[in-house]
């Protein structure tokens, strides 16, 4: 059974930085791609990042680029989110998730597992 638990969260001012850190385990991920979503108050789930678990390739929110990096260690089976330039609206609770196979996908729906959340909230 996969398990994706998340951690990192917290709050932080505007202008700052967190890393938030996703362990993946109960599955082999060579076949993955492995995602952030986040969901504001009030607002529907959306894409964030992702990544294939073998490979480089990258897809990115537009809001995000250039401040968010997705990243991770095989060694560990882990994913992180580089968070920087944090902003106001960034707030939300900031979801890990798991898709099988190669084509990155930015919808919920097309996500096989989810972890529980951890929140971010940026604020002064």
């Known amino acids: 059974q996969v398990q994706l638990v998340e951690s990192g969260g917290g709050l932080v001012q505007p202008g700052g930085s967190l890393r938030l850190s996703c362990a993946a385990s109960g599955g082999t991920f060579s076949n993955y791609v492995m995602s952030w979503f986040r969901q504001a108050p009030g607002k529907e789930r959306e894409f964030v990042a992702a990544?294939?678990?073998?490979?480089?390739?990258?897809m990115y929110t537009a809001s995000v680029k250039g401040r968010f990096t997705i990243s991770k260690d095989n060694a560990k089976n882990m994913v992180y989110l580089q968070m920087n330039n944090l902003k106001p609206e960034d707030t939300a609770v900031y979801y890990c998730?798991?898709?099988?196979?190669?084509?990155?996908?930015?919808?919920?729906?097309?996500?096989?597992?989810w972890g529980k959340g951890t929140l971010v909230t940026v604020s002064s």
């Open positions: 998730a798991a898709q099988t196979g190669i084509v990155i996908r930015t919808t919920p729906g097309a996500m096989d597992y």
């Open positions: 990544r294939r678990w073998s490979g480089t390739d990258t």
